[in-house]
């Protein structure tokens, strides 16, 4: 039942708080506008950037209201995903200006909201050796890298993600649904919980981004989203995980893990900044082979759920 009451409550909030922060952004300008020059931005009319807020916003009420963690895990988890939520609005307010906000400063302040959710004790700690039951705890310095780059990789990959109505969105309310079902089945209420709230988040914001969207996320919610499905999978999937578990919080975030890792192996091969956006992505590929928009979201939403789908199947193995 907390479970739902969460799912429902973060799911209000976030449609309660779209309509008028949508109408406060038209005021102000801060709407991403099209371009007729630019195969990314394929929508006709100016769209306002302010669901993110939405989204962090009822997130981190249902979060305290529903979750009982020590108190510097709570100051971590929120105040890591307010430091992403706010350099992703800079960097859209920029945008919005006609102009690029510089990739070192949201380089470091997401590896800093990384190192606080590291420091509050939520980290990738080892694994279990599969041949002798035996497990590894990894030294201090690997599982600190391994647990920063997950959670900086999570977000990049959620953000880079964002090129379509309905598909950050939607990727992420799937993912964290597989996410969600992992921790159930593991007996972890803490990530459970969180794995819920962001699937109500998600999903009250789909409400308003299906096609044609009446509201962005930006950069400050897809970043957001990011950040908290890479904190849910720490706090989750990844304890107590076996050497071949390892590889199911990676299922359960397939498609955008995927697709992206092949993007930036594809930049870096030419050249070209990481950060740098392009047309590269899954779904701007698809539409370029004559696929309609609503198609290209289904498929990947469709791959999305059997990549978690698989996750799930490998995690049962485990348990038998």
Known sequence: MSYFLAFATSFVLVVLLIPPLRKFALRIGFVDKPRADSARKIHREPIPLTAGIAIFVGFAAVYLIFMRDVWYQTAAILG??????????????????????????????????????????????????????????????????????WIFGVTTVINFSDGMDGLAGGLSAISGGTLLVVALVMGQHN????????????????????????????????????????????????????????????????????????????????GVPVYQADASQAHYRLLATGMKPVQVVSFLYLLNICFGLFSIVLLLAQQT
Request: aromatic share 14%; charged share 10%.
């Open 191 to 270: 990530s459970a919980m969180m794995a819920v709230i962001t699937v109500g988040v998600s999903v009250g914001y789909l409400l308003f981004n299906r096609p044609p969207a009446k509201v962005f996320m930006g950069d400050a919610g897809a970043t957001f989203l990011g950040f908290m499905l890479g904190v849910v999978a720490l706090d989750g999937a990844f304890k107590q995980a076996t050497l071949l578990s390892l590889f199911i919080p990676i299922f359960a975030l397939g498609v955008p893990i995927l697709d992206n890792v092949r993007v930036v192996i594809a930049r870096a091969m030419k």
């Open 80 to 149: 890591g995903g307010l430091l992403v939520l706010l350099i992703g609005i800079v960097d859209d307010w920029y945008k919005t200006n006609g102009r690029e906000f510089p990739a070192l400063p949201k380089f470091l302040v997401q590896i800093g909201a990384a190192v606080l959710v590291y420091a509050s004790g939520i980290q990738f700690v080892g694994f279990e050796n599969p041949f002798n039951g035996v497990y590894v705890v990894l030294p201090e310095w690997l599982s600190f890298i391994f647990t920063i780059l």
